[in-house]
């Protein structure tokens, strides 16, 4: 009675006090004198010390037959304990069970990936999940900070829409109705009418695409966060999305210390992300880099890239890369021709080091109402169902820009993990819709 109830993260305030705490069992070593309590209380793992001779016969038996996930309000005393990732430990003073548990499918022990994703609900409470969910929160955490601080507002964009920016193979089809819908597969045609509306403004939620793929890099629900700005060329654009990118990174160095060790992720390497600005080549030169290199003997200007290029072009900087002005055939009908050549446009790809691949898409748009309507055609899309999309153009065009960063993408990258799967609460992948 009368105890703080705290969390096991606040533990430096709590030093040599007495406090409660709401916690389950993760694992436990146990003799006949004390017991080695292995908790979790959702905002990290700790140690808890069970000694017999303080706590008596009755509770230390419970204590020593407690099984794995029950739930528990401990108290005790906070201690300093420098052999633990975590740095404290408590001093168990007294234990009440909450909530008892059945035997728990996943054990400290090895398991296999299919049977982790079958379990994923059980899953997040391990600790790479919990680690990667920590730093998902504070990359979307930092993304509302930075966004804000420089002047943006968030204009949500609808996730049921009636036509499709990006052509139709990967497009989750929908009965709305008497009518059909599409999941959106990204925001940007709607931030686009933001930014003419509110100057500078950002989306963030999620996207769907039918990937028919197995690759390490693609879900098929995905979050997106899509940036929108009138009045700004494409330089201006690629000088936001660097600053963006090292934010989110030394965010990440500076909030998720103790996550990042529980991953193994050395801070070392990520502060070599945060040195501004990044290297910048353009489409052209990549090509010849990769036909260079020896080990793309079929590259032919036109390609686009795919894993195997992407990397390769990342290995030779040593922080993230932007690729400049794309050929059109590869890149969308929205995007606003090269002034002095016809065969690119102005766009950027922001490809992340260590193998992760393209992070940020982005590009200057078309502003110009008759060469929008043309490329609209030539694209083989319906004009009408963007009727609306051309108002933009017909109503004071201005020059504007944008991209789209995705959230997996850049958490894969930052935490060092081999698979976007584990950078999503509850993966959707080709052959997985559960749970
Ligand atoms: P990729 O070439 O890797 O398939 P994309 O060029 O099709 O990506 P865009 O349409 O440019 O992707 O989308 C913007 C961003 O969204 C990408 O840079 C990437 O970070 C992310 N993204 C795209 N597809 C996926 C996906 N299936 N799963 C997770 N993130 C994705
Ligand atoms: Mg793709
Ligand atoms: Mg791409
Ligand atoms: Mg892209």
Redesign the pocket.
């Known amino acids: 009675i009368g105890l703080k109830k705290i969390n096991i993260i606040d533990a430096k305030d709590y030093v040599d006090q007495e406090v409660e705490i709401g916690a389950w069992l993760t694992d436990k070593r146990s003799s006949g004198k004390i017991s080695f309590l292995q908790l979790r209380d959702g905002t990290a793992f700790f140690q808890g010390v069970a000694v017999k001779s303080q706590l008596g016969d009755d509770l230390y038996e419970l204590i020593r037959h407690l099984r794995q996930e029950t739930s528990m309000i401990i108290t005790g005393v906070i201690h300093e304990d420098t052999r633990s990732h975590f740095g404290f430990e408590i001093e168990v003073s007294g234990l009440k069970v909450v909530g008892e548990s059945e035997d728990y499918p996943i054990t400290p022990k090895e398991h296999g990936i299919d049977f982790l994703l079958d379990h994923r609900h059980l899953w997040l409470r391990s600790t790479k999940p919990h680690a990667m969910m920590v730093i998902r929160n504070e990359i979307i955490r930092a993304t509302y900070v930075f966004f804000n601080k420089e002047g943006y507002i968030k204009i949500d964009a609808p996730i049921l829409t009636g036509s499709a920016p990006?052509g139709t193979t990967e497009l989750f089809k929908t009965k709305y109705f008497d009518k059909e819908a599409y999941l959106s597969?990204?925001g940007q045609l709607y931030e686009e009418a933001g930014a003419l509306a509110f100057d500078k403004v950002f989306s963030f939620g999620p996207?769907f695409?039918a990937?028919k793929s197995k690759t390490r890099?693609?879900?098929?629900e995905?979050w997106?966060i899509e940036p929108e700005m009138a009045f700004m060329h494409q330089e201006e654009s690629l000088e936001v999305q660097e600053r963006y990118v090292a934010f989110l990174v030394q965010s990440v160095l500076d909030n998720c210390e103790y996550e990042l060790s529980l991953l193994g992720r050395d801070p070392e390497i990520l502060k070599k992300y945060t040195k501004l600005p990044y290297p910048k080549i353009s489409y052209d030169k990549a090509i010849e880099m990769l036909q260079e290199s020896g080990d793309f003997p079929e590259i032919q200007w036109g390609a686009d890239f795919g894993s195997p290029e992407e990397t390769y072009l990342a290995e030779q900087f040593d922080q993230p890369v932007f690729i400049l002005n794309y050929p059109k055939a590869i890149k969308p009908f929205y995007m606003k021709p090269h002034p002095t050549r016809d065969d690119v446009y102005i766009c950027a790809?922001l490809l992340a080091p260590e193998g992760y691949?393209?992070?940020?898409?982005g590009s200057e748009r078309e502003d110009d109402f008759d060469k929008l309507e043309a490329a609209i055609k030539a694209a083989g899309l319906d004009p009408e169902a963007y009727d609306w999309y051309l108002d933009l153009r017909r109503y004071g065009s201005v020059p504007h820009s944008g991209f789209?960063?995705?959230l997996?993408?850049?958490i894969t990258w930052i935490t060092g993990e081999s698979h976007?799967r584990e950078a999503i609460p509850f993966p959707r992948l080709l052959n997985r819709l559960n749970p």
């Open positions: 990006e597969q990204s996207t695409r990937e890099r693609h879900l098929i995905f997106m790809d691949g393209e992070i940020i898409g789209g960063l995705g997996e993408r850049a976007i």
